[in-house]
């Protein structure tokens, strides 16, 4: 089992960039595939991003590639979500997620473990 703990997010401008971490308790922190996922108000939670257990590419949705960067460093049991050029439309809670039995890596169901969530505020 693993807990994780975002932090990081805040109020920002439009443009702005902002980078969220979350902290995992446990030993076996390498061996999870750890995403990112937001929730804006009303909204279903989507995907926005996520990566292996060692680091390898990540892989990203569409509405954020290019924008915002994930990685980890397994040593600090952490996993990073970098948001550059930041939107009004970024405005959500920010969760991560770890999945320990694979499948589809953007669906909210194949994640085991979650984080409380920190909101990220993109005023125009």
């Known amino acids: 089992q693993v807990q994780l703990v975002e932090s990081g997010g805040g109020l920002v401008q439009a443009g702005d960039s902002l980078k969220l971490s979350c902290a995992a308790s446990?030993?076996?922190?390498?061996?999870?595939?750890m995403g990112w996922f937001r929730q804006a108000p009303g909204k279903e939670r989507e995907f926005a991003g996520s990566i292996i257990g060692s680091g390898g590419r990540p892989y990203y949705a569409d509405s954020v590639k290019g924008r915002f960067t994930i990685s980890r460093d397994n040593a600090k049991n952490t996993v990073y979500l970098q948001m550059n050029s930041l939107k009004p439309e970024d405005t959500a809670v920010y969760y991560c997620?770890?999945?320990?039995?694979?499948?589809?890596?953007?669906?909210?169901?194949?994640?085991?473990?979650w984080g409380q969530g920190t909101q990220v505020t993109v005023s125009s």
């Open positions: 446990g030993r076996t922190f390498s061996s999870y595939i």
């Open positions: 997620a770890a999945n320990e039995r694979g499948g589809p890596l953007n669906k909210v169901s194949s994640y085991d473990y």
